[in-house]
């Protein structure tokens, strides 16, 4: 049992009761009766997540002045368009190591191999309503091959110095989160920029 499963006691803060509402193939939705830290309870909508790994691929130099990254320009619906990102995805199978995730990720989205995946941070996405928890890699030593995407994955890459990335978030044409946390956690404590 994890600690989010288990019944919190009189004053503990935590889950009581979980309610199914559907069980997709990305997401689970339900509704959880919780125990607030004041002691009363009440019911929290929650979408839980499998998580997911991300990843900044760095080309050549990574001590360069001002590196080249890969970004991906994807469609997405939700977003109703193309967004620049990191590649990024979800595990394929329940245990699957978080660096095994993000090699495989950059690997069928950009084609490139990670010689060297170095782990940066982890962050939750939405904590309000979902349990979705990205962690967030590095990788340098790339290698170049095939890529195998999914069949509903419409991408390209592109190729950026970090410079370029980090006026792309300040501009507003870089606003998925997952990828702007990756580039500012990058360029401020890995790259000193």
Known sequence: MSDSDRQPSAAEPGLIERRPVHRGRIVDLGVDTV???DGSTGELEMVRHSGAAAVLPVL???DGPDPQIVLIRQYRY???GWLYE???????????????CARRELREETGLEAG?????????TTPGFTDERIHLFMATDLTAGPTQMDADEFME??????????????????????????LLYAAGFVFGM
């Open 116 to 124: 060297t995946l170095r782990p940066l941070t982890a962050i939750w």
């Open 157 to 182: 890459t592109v190729a950026v110095p970090l410079s370029e990335a980090l006026r792309m978030v300040r501009d507003g044409e870089v606003t998925d989160g997952k990828t702007m946390c990756t």
């Open 78 to 80: 939700a977003a109703g």
């Open 60 to 62: 050549g130099d990574p």
């Open 86 to 100: 990191v590649p990024a995805g979800r595990p394929d199978r329940p245990g699957e190591p978080w660096e095994e």
């Open 35 to 37: 125990r607030f830290p």
